[in-house]
């Protein structure tokens, strides 16, 4: 997993790196074995800050966007939002292997 941080208008300190880099790596976890980037965009809308990240997994490109008037607090509702579109998407995947159609429900007898 590479996590890439740029800022929009503003200079990312080392301490914010660290902490994206850090809330990021929890999220390893849920794309153990797929090749993945994530580039997270910091920005300033007054008052309020925002945080936009970027997934790109292989043939999926997930997108989310936070806005908090904290940096950290952004970053966090970012981690957690990405966190339920990649759980979702793990789930869509295990669907389509098991091959959940219309033949196994039930509706052709």
């Not at 925002?50 to 981690?79: E, F, P, S, W």
């Amino acid at each position: 997993m590479q996590i890439e941080t740029y800022g929009q208008q503003m200079d990312v300190t080392p301490a914010l790196q660290s902490y994206v880099e850090n809330t990021f790596k929890r999220l390893s976890r849920r794309v153990e074995g797929q090749d993945c980037e994530i580039r997270v965009q910091l920005a300033t809308e007054k008052p309020n800050f925002k945080a936009i990240a970027t997934v790109n997994l292989a043939g999926r490109t997930l997108h989310c966007d936070a806005t908090a008037q904290d940096m950290y607090a952004a970053i966090d509702l970012l981690a957690d939002k990405l966190d339920r579109q990649l759980v979702k998407h793990k789930e869509k995947l295990t669907e389509q292997r098991r091959g959940e159609g219309l033949a196994k429900s039930g509706a052709f007898e």
